[in-house]
């Protein structure tokens, strides 16, 4: 029987936050990028540990819960998420994050990642998925800058994005061997990695034919039918994303990888990690997108758009 290999891929275009500076910094862009070391002089880098956002609490003195993802909201059931403290979490990930992460690890091992030559195709060990842990606890899409907003200046976020745009965030903390379902945002996207190593995997707009686009409702998104964790169980969706090219990214403690807006992606984690996702629209983008956005919204929670089959209220696929 033939091996399915897969889509073809290659390395995401990268350059050392320095030299980006040197260059005369970030601009107009429609291909991803990724800068090394982008926060290596931001507060961040010291602030947002483990043990430092464990120590987090609301005004009251309290200690912050919140709802977490126990499963992927991409395919399958809606799950009703459980409410939980962060504190006690954030600690237990600090305890996991002390293990090394193996060169051998992931859906790229890093050891043969640094022997691959600019511009070289190669397949990915989509294998690495079938040993994960279904239904983690993962803390995902919090608006974690809104209720803590001292935590704003700890990112510079201006250095990478100058101009203006309207900008929301979005904090993902959880273990390794987790991981986002395939799908493409409406806005761009800066992916800040304060802790732990992601693996990114990405398709251009120009593969949309190959990504299986849900009917699922999802505010500012649009998702994939094609679950990456499972296609030992669905190899002719792997059949399928062969005609697609991919970039993949490997991204570490301290980068920032851009994400245009309709770029599909899917997110593995190699490792606790704490990352803030970026949003922003410009004014043109907010008439173009936000507008369009804002009004599937309404109607979706008037029940006259997609109602019932969606991320944020429980249905049966």
């Not at 390794?176 to 707009?205: S, Y």
Request: aromatic share 10%; net charge neutral; with cysteine.
């Amino acid at each position: 029987m033939t091996q399915i290999l897969g889509p073809a891929f290659k390395l995401v275009e990268e350059i050392d936050a320095l030299q980006l500076a040197q260059e005369g910094g970030f601009g107009e862009r429609t291909r991803p990028l990724l800068v090394k070391g982008a926060l290596r002089n931001w507060p961040a880098q010291e602030n947002w540990s483990f043990e430092k956002m464990a120590q987090l609490r609301n005004k009251d003195g309290s200690e912050p819960t919140r709802k977490f993802q126990n499963g992927l909201v991409e395919q399958g059931e809606t799950q009703e998420r459980p409410l939980l403290p962060i504190a006690p979490y954030l600690r237990e990930l600090a305890a996991l994050a002390t293990v090394p992460v193996s060169d051998e690890a992931g859906l790229l091992p890093n050891r043969r990642r640094l022997q691959l030559q600019p511009g070289e195709e190669f397949h990915l060990n989509w294998a690495h998925m079938q040993s994960f842990t279904p239904h983690r606890n993962y803390l995902a899409q919090w608006s974690i800058l809104e209720d803590f907003p001292q935590l704003r200046s700890d990112f510079d976020i201006r250095s990478l994005w100058p101009g203006w745009r309207w900008t929301w965030e979005s904090v993902f903390m959880g273990p390794a061997n987790t991981h986002t379902g395939l799908h493409r945002d409406v806005p761009n996207n800066w992916f800040c990695q304060a802790r732990g190593i992601k693996e990114f995997v990405m398709f251009p707009p120009s593969e949309e034919a190959f990504m299986r686009p849900s009917k699922k409702y999802d505010w500012g998104a649009t998702l994939s039918s094609i679950n990456i964790a499972h296609f030992d169980k669905n190899p002719e969706q792997l059949r399928e994303l062969e005609q697609a090219k991919g970039l993949y990214a490997r991204v570490e403690q301290g980068d920032a990888l851009f994400i245009p807006k309709r770029t599909w992606h899917a997110v593995v984690s190699l490792a606790p990690s704490i990352s803030l996702a970026v949003f922003g629209l410009t004014a043109k983008e907010i008439l173009l997108s936000g507008v369009p956005t804002a009004t599937k919204d309404l109607l979706h929670n008037m029940h006259l758009y997609r109602w019932g089959h969606c991320i944020c209220h429980k249905h049966i696929a």
